[in-house]
């Protein structure tokens, strides 16, 4: 007997939306307090209370980002994020978003990676920022760097924490955390943190919906 392997149904883009949206959501909701005690440390400690806020604020939009192309949901979002979000945060991330909209937008055909290591470079001058200063470019960084070389979305999941992990012994060079100084030395970026908990959700709902 020959067996055949059954063929993967097609992907249903707006389930996937609401579906990732949903997932980030939830984790912030969950880890709000953690974030917020790793912000007491060396910011105004309030980063998890904005963060939920914002996602609260994008899992609204759902229903309408789900019905749109790609590249429109991703500026929409990310219009969201820079309104919802408090702090520096809410501009990063919003840039972020809005910046791999206006990529695919620009180019349907270009290769994921490609936009996302643009739209981080847009990040970095939106801060003023740099890998090494104790932001959440230290996630993304490393994170575009891996999508370059293809790696399996499945272990990008699993490497997100250690790129967070590795600002806990920089020393902050930019926003609040800076004014500390050395003192900031042994704590873990918040906005770092964040991103790491976002990035591995979003890679985790790719490989769960078959997209990787």
């Known amino acids: 007997m020959i067996l055949v392997r059954a063929p993967q149904p097609a992907l249903d883009q707006a389930a996937l939306t609401r579906r990732v949206i949903a997932a980030c959501r939830d984790v912030i909701v969950e880890h709000e307090a953690y974030l917020c005690d790793l912000d007491c440390a060396i910011g105004d400690g309030d980063h998890g209370t904005n963060m939920r806020r914002g996602l609260e604020a994008l899992t609204g939009e759902s229903e309408h980002l789900a019905t749109v192309p ?56 939106r801060g003023k920022s740099s890998p090494g200063e104790k932001t959440l470019l230290d996630v993304l960084y490393p994170l575009s760097d891996a999508l370059i070389e293809q790696m399996p979305l499945s272990l990008l999941a699993e490497e997100s924490q250690g790129f967070a992990n590795k600002t806990i012994d920089m020393k902050a060079l930019r926003g609040r955390a800076s004014f500390l100084g050395e003192r900031s030395i042994g704590h873990m970026d918040p906005g770092a943190a964040s991103c790491a908990l976002l990035c591995a959700t979003i890679c985790r709902e790719l490989v769960l919906a078959g997209a990787a």
């Open 70 to 125: 790609f590249s429109e949901a991703m500026i929409a979002a990310g219009t969201v994020l820079v309104m919802s979000i408090g702090g520096a945060a809410g501009p990063l991330y919003g840039t972020l978003l809005m910046e791999i909209g206006k990529g695919m937008a620009a180019d349907p055909s270009a290769a994921f990676a490609d936009v996302f290591q643009q739209a981080v470079a847009a990040v970095a001058r």
